[in-house]
């Protein structure tokens, strides 16, 4: 990495602009409405707020990649590990270090003060001008370690105020920092709310640290209830965002979930993300280790659906690390080590950020303009035919990633309402220095099983091959197109060829969702 620090555009970066000229003459001349990706929500382009949704709270989301979905194909975030300490222990958490191929809370390679990870976020949105939002994650609960977590939003906020600041606690200590929050400008915060019952919490925390002495049992639970929901409602009355994190635990809490969603909602709670445990026996957490499975990709979809309602879902959430760097999906923290970071210059350009972030949106645009074009012929059609689709992407919201690059694959539900992102399955690798790695294909497949079709910008003649075997459809035609609008054609292309009796529609089979299966680049 130079040392010189400056706003440039990367490799994946340069797919910005592609085809981009005629979509934006269109943008230009377009005067209605559209439709955004979020629920079917209309909006004016991408920067005008959705009718339901009160101009104020959308400046807040979106350019937020956690908080809109629609956003986090085109935004970075990054967190800085800053907070060590937590107050609870969850028997699905343990956190390590200098663990740099583990993607999952609570892992980081390495901590920092608060002055270091102020110049590493200076030095990251100097060099991917893209990045939004920080957040502080961890590896502890930032809310444990006070201190450090103010200190280091307020280094920030000094330096880089366009930068949006972000914390995500378990809400134990929460009450009693909801000024403070106030007053360092922090107008988003995530709490991990796995339970209402104290009867069902018992099972998912073995202790808390309250008042200076460790509780326990059915009591620790009720403590930690109590404070979740009033730091809620007291975020809510403060006109704070506030984003509701669950863990999913098959026999456990899947079912009381439900509950959870409609009390949060309740308390005034923004968005609900729905995450699936990570249980995998190598993290070495009680879960783990005590051979507590995970969710299913239909389990956890079916979940998700239930709860959807007046309540937005978040159902792009990739369980980041403590230390995360980039695009949601991807993460760029090995470039921002602090021996890198201090040996750089960094000119900070507010200014440049804007210019580059100006023709995100532009492309933003351009994507919605192309699904509505597409859309246009679809909505007379009467079919509900739902299908699911699996596509490779770098981001940028375009099928842009070869099949055997790809890490993680974005699944979207698509039906005579358009085309609805669902999800993602990581996956690992299959082509490696060059050749296929025929004993991963097979994991491959069964993570995007569920899946009519796999969208890619290439793919080889094996895995085409056995992809088509497991009746699985591999699309590369719509290479470097929009996903959305691609999807929509796809999906009309399909609805004829059943309706032809071309195609005989057969429900598919369940997927599997990997565990800790990315790797860092």
């Given amino acids: 990495m130079d040392n010189q620090a400056s706003v440039v555009g990367t490799g994946s970066d340069q797919s910005l602009h592609l085809n981009l000229d005629q979509i934006l ?22 920067s005008t707020a959705p009718e339901d949704m009160d101009p104020a709270v959308w400046e807040k989301v979106k350019n937020h990649p956690c908080y809109s979905e629609e956003a986090h194909h085109h935004y970075a975030r990054m967190h800085v590990a800053v907070a060590p300490a937590c107050n609870i222990q969850c028997n699905y958490c343990n956190r390590k270090y200098d663990c740099a191929n583990e993607s999952r809370p609570g892992v980081v390679s390495e901590k920092l ?99 200076n002495k460790r509780v326990t049992g059915i009591e620790a639970a009720r403590i930690l209830h109590e404070r979740q929901m009033l730091g809620l409602e007291m975020l809510t009355a403060a006109g704070i965002l506030c984003k509701v994190n669950s863990v999913m635990i ?43 499975r995970g969710p299913t990709a239909q389990e956890l979809k079916a979940l998700q659906d239930s709860c959807e309602g007046e309540m937005n879902m978040m159902r792009h959430c990739r369980q980041c690390r403590a ?23 960094i000119q900070y350009d507010a200014e440049g950020r804007k210019a580059y972030q100006q023709q995100v949106e532009q492309e933003r645009q351009a994507t919605v303009l192309a699904k509505q ?30 099949f055997g690059h790809a890490q993680e694959f974005q699944i979207y539900e698509l039906s005579t309402q358009g085309s609805k992102f669902v999800g993602h399955r990581r996956v690992d690798l299959y082509c490696q220095g060059g ?45 470097h197109e929009f996903i959305e609008q691609s999807a929509v054609k796809y999906f009309k292309e399909y609805l004829a060829k059943v309706k032809s009796g071309e195609v005989v529609h057969a429900a598919r089979g369940d997927a599997d969702i990997r565990q800790g299966a990315y790797i860092a680049a």
């Fill in 435 to 479: 050749y296929g790695e025929e004993d991963t294909l097979p994991t491959v497949i069964r993570a995007i099983n569920d899946c009519v079709a796999v969208f890619v910008a290439k793919i080889g003649g094996c895995p085409k091959d056995s992809l088509k075997a497991a009746g699985i459809d591999p699309v590369d035609k719509y290479a």
């Fill in 113 to 211: 003060t608060p002055e270091q990870a102020s110049k590493k976020v200076l030095a990251v949105a100097s060099t991917i001008p893209q990045m939004t939002v920080l957040g502080i994650a961890g590896p502890g609960d930032p809310l444990a370690n006070p201190a450090k977590t103010f200190k280091t939003f307020d280094l920030i906020y000094n330096a880089a105020p366009d930068i949006k600041l972000c914390l995500s606690t378990n809400g134990l200590a929460l009450p009693d920092h909801v000024e403070t929050i106030k007053k360092y400008n922090v107008d988003h915060v995530t709490i991990t709310i796995n339970m209402v019952d104290p009867e069902v919490g018992q099972h998912i925390y073995p202790w808390i640290f309250w008042k």
């Fill in 250 to 292: 098959p026999g456990i809490n899947d079912k009381h979930l439900v509950e959870v969603n409609r009390a949060v909602k309740s308390r005034g709670a923004f968005l609900h993300n729905i995450m699936p445990l990570i249980s995998a026996p190598e993290h070495g957490t009680v879960f783990g280790l005590n051979g507590q």
């Fill in 323 to 345: 230390d995360a760097v980039g695009l949601l999906g991807e993460d760029r923290s090995s470039e921002f080590s602090t021996e890198k970071v201090m040996e750089m210059d």
């Fill in 25 to 46: 003459q269109q943008a230009a001349e377009h005067k209605g409405c559209g439709t955004s990706s979020e629920g079917g929500k209309a909006s004016c382009g991408s």
């Fill in 373 to 402: 074009a597409e859309m246009a012929d679809l909505e007379a059609e009467f079919s509900d035919l739902k299908v699911l689709i699996a596509v490779a992407t770098k981001g940028h919201g375009r099928v842009n990633e070869h």
